[in-house]
T-cell receptor
C-alpha cells in the first residue's frame, strides 16, 4: 500500500535550536501534505496544509514563523521548528494526499523532545 | 467542517465482532465518511471509507445509514492488535482536509 515516511522518528534538541522533520511519500505523488501535532492522550491537531510550489496554509493559532513548512517537490515536505522550547515537545505527524484518488496516508510520526 | 460524534471508549472480547458507531447529522452531500485508526505512538492508519453504499475491505466493513447521518465501522473478529483509537472523519476530497475528533478508544481483551 501507499507509504509515507517521516524522518527522524525521534529527536532531542536543546532549547533555542531549530529542528527539521522530513515527510516523504515513497510511492506516489502528493501535491498536498498536512502537518499535525499530537500531545499525550489528545487527538491530532492540524497545524498546516502544505502545497507543492506554494506557501503553506496555517491553522488559526499556529505561528507560521515558528513552524516553517517547505514543500519543494511532489514527494517531500519539511517542517522546521525554529527556536524550539520545551512546550514544543510533542508528536509531529505528517500526511500526504495521493494525487490520484484523494486518499490521505499518514507517516509514522516524529517525537520531538526539547530540553 | 461537519462534525462527528463517537463514544469515548468501547470494549470487546477477542474473536468477537465489534461495532463502532459514529454520528454525523450535519453531513453534506459531498462528504465521504472516512475511518482511520491510531495505534499507540504511531501515525493514523487508513481503514475504510464510503459515500452512500456499504463498503467492505480486508480490514473492516462500513455500514452507512440510508440518511447518511450515521455510520458503523464493523470489525468482524477483533484481535488484540485491533486495540487502537478509531476516528470517524468527514472528508470531501480535493481542497479538503482531515480534521480529527476525539475518536473511540477500543480495548480488546482475551
Amino acid at each position: 500500500g501507499a507509504v509515507v515516511s517521516q524522518h527522524p522518528s525521534w529527536v532531542i534538541c536543546k532549547s533555542g535550536t531549530s529542528v527539521k522533520i522530513e515527510c516523504r511519500s515513497l510511492d506516489f505523488q502528493a501535491t498536498t501534505m498536512f502537518w499535525y501535532r499530537q500531545f499525550p492522550k489528545q487527538s491530532l491537531m492540524l497545524m498546516a496544509t502544505s502545497n507543492e510550489g506554494s506557501k503553506a496554509t496555517y491553522e488559526q493559532g499556529v505561528e507560521k514563523d515558528k513552524f516553517l513548512i517547505n514543500h519543494a517537490s511532489l514527494t517531500l515536505s519539511t517542517l522546521t521548528v525554529t527556536s524550539a522550547h520545551p512546550e514544543d515537545s510533542s508528536f509531529y505527524i505528517c500526511s500526504a494526499r495521493r494525487n490520484s484518488g484523494n486518499t490521505i496516508y499518514f507517516g509514522e510520526g516524529s517525537w520531538l523532545t526539547v530540553v | 467542517d461537519a462534525k462527528t460524534t463517537q463514544p469515548n471508549s468501547m470494549e470487546s472480547n477477542e474473536e468477537e465482532p465489534v461495532h463502532l458507531p459514529c454520528n454525523h447529522s450535519t453531513i453534506s452531500g459531498t462528504d465521504y465518511i472516512h475511518w482511520y485508526r491510531q495505534l499507540p505512538s504511531q501515525g493514523p492508519e487508513y481503514v475504510i471509507h464510503g459515500l452512500t453504499s456499504n463498503v467492505n475491505n480486508r480490514m473492516a466493513s462500513l455500514a452507512i445509514a440510508e440518511d447518511r447521518k450515521s455510520s458503523t465501522l464493523i470489525l468482524h473478529r477483533a484481535t488484540l492488535r485491533d486495540a487502537a483509537v478509531y476516528y470517524c472523519i468527514l472528508y470531501t476530497g480535493t481542497a479538503s482536509k482531515l480534521t480529527f475528533g476525539t475518536g473511540t478508544r477500543l480495548q480488546v481483551t482475551l
